[in-house]
Nanobody, 124 residues
Framework: QVQLVESGGGLVQAGGSLRVSCVASGRSFSSYRMGWFRQASGKEREFVAGISWSGGSTYYEDSVKGRFADSRDNAKNTVYLQMNRLKPEDTAVYYC?????????????????WGQGTQVTISS
């Protein structure tokens, strides 16, 4: 069992930066692949970024490539999403999620555990 708690959301002007964090409790955090998803009001949840168990591989949705950076510190059971050059369309609730089994890093249905989400709002 893994519990995930996000933090670091807030209100930022367009062009600014924000870092959201996700702390995991439970065993074997380093064996989980981690993902970040977001859900804007009235829209479906979408994949944003993913990271392998070691942190050696990262994956990004096209619209955030070059602006967002996913990282993890397994010693702290924490995964981070650094978001730069933020745009109003990045406004959403951001969720971290953990998976260990087969499936796709890009598909929400393949993740086993989810955090409660943190609101990120970008003003224009």
């Amino acid at each position: 069992q893994v519990q995930l708690v996000e933090s670091g959301g807030g209100l930022v002007q367009a062009g600014g930066s924000l870092r959201v964090s996700c702390v995991a409790s439970g065993r074997s955090f380093s064996s989980y692949r981690m993902g970040w998803f977001r859900q804007a009001s009235g829209k479906e949840r979408e994949f944003v970024a993913g990271i392998s168990w070691s942190g050696g591989s990262t994956y990004y949705e096209d619209s955030v490539k070059g602006r967002f950076a996913d990282s993890r510190d397994n010693a702290k059971n924490t995964v981070y999403l650094q978001m730069n050059r933020l745009k109003p369309e990045d406004t959403a609730v951001y969720y971290c999620a953990a998976r260990r089994g087969s499936g796709s890093d890009y598909m929400a249905v393949d993740y086993d555990y989810w955090g409660q989400g943190t609101q990120v709002t970008i003003s224009s």
